[in-house]
C-alpha cells in the first residue's frame, strides 16, 4: 500500500497508539514488583486495546509496535541480568 491509498492522519494514528500504549504502562504502577515481567503483564491490557481499536489500523500498528519494543527490551535486560549473575 502506498501514501496515497492511506487515509489521512495514519502516521498520527501510529503515534497516538504509541502513545495510547506508553500511557498503558503506567498502570502496573501501583504494584512496581510486576515491572519486573512487563514482557507478559502488557498482555493483560493490550490484547483488549487491540480488540477496542480493531477498526483503526493506524492505532493497532502503534500499539503493536510500542509492545513489541517494550517486550524486547524486557527480554534484553532480563538476559543481561541472567548473564551477569554468572
Known sequence: MTNEQKPAGHVRNIWKGIGLTVIMHLLP???P???VL????QLVYIIPALIICRKNTGMVQG???AA???FLLNVACFGFVMVSFK
Open 38 to 41: 512487563i514482557g507478559v503483564v
Open 33 to 35: 514488583m510486576l515491572y
Open 63 to 65: 500499539i503493536l509496535i
Open 29 to 31: 504502577a501501583a504494584a
Open 68 to 70: 513489541g519494543v517494550t
